[in-house]
């Protein structure tokens, strides 16, 4: 009986190891969709439609990339990619410094710390940010300065 006991739990141990499990136990709203037979569960075939998805994400990347269409990524083409992607990361940095710093284009410390996170900083911590962010030392953080501090990390 124990024997019994002992068998069953090894294989009821090992059919769910082959289960992947994330955080809570529940699905994650971002792999739902690929969720196609609705158990919560990511099976074999559903990993490998993730795979197929990416692996057409990759190419498609990889052919904007390729200006030329001529099936190789010259050096001149990474670099206009990484150029063209610093730029999208500049306006989306920029919209966020905006919706912080409101109408007078300027962080305030007030308005820093309405930034999740930020707020639950230990003093310390937050004067040493603060002080890199406001390099003028003007108590008010410039587009300018707020890009050249994520620009320079």
Do not use: C
């Not at 090992?14 to 609705?38: I, Q, R």
């Not at 670099?79 to 919706?99: I, P």
């Not at 300027?106 to 820093?112: D, G, L, M, Q, V």
């Amino acid at each position: 009986m124990r024997i019994f006991t002992l068998l069953f739990i090894a294989i009821a141990a090992a059919a769910f190891a082959k289960e992947k499990v994330f955080g809570n136990g529940s699905l994650p709203a971002f792999l739902k969709h690929f969720d196609t037979n609705s158990d919560d569960l990511i099976d074999e075939e559903e990993r490998q439609a993730i795979r197929d998805l990416r692996a057409k994400l990759r190419e498609k990347k990889r052919t904007s990339i390729d200006l030329d269409q001529d099936g190789k990524i010259s050096e001149n083409e990474v670099a206009m990619a990484r150029a063209a992607l610093r730029e999208q990361m500049e306006q989306r940095r920029l919209q966020k410094f905006s919706s912080i710093a409101g109408e007078d284009d300027s962080i305030s410390r007030e308005e820093y710390l309405t930034i999740p996170g930020v707020r639950n900083l230990p003093d310390f911590i937050f004067e040493a940010v603060w002080s890199r962010l406001d390099t003028d030392g003007s108590g008010h953080v410039s587009p300018e300065e707020f890009l050249s501090r994520l620009l320079k990390h």
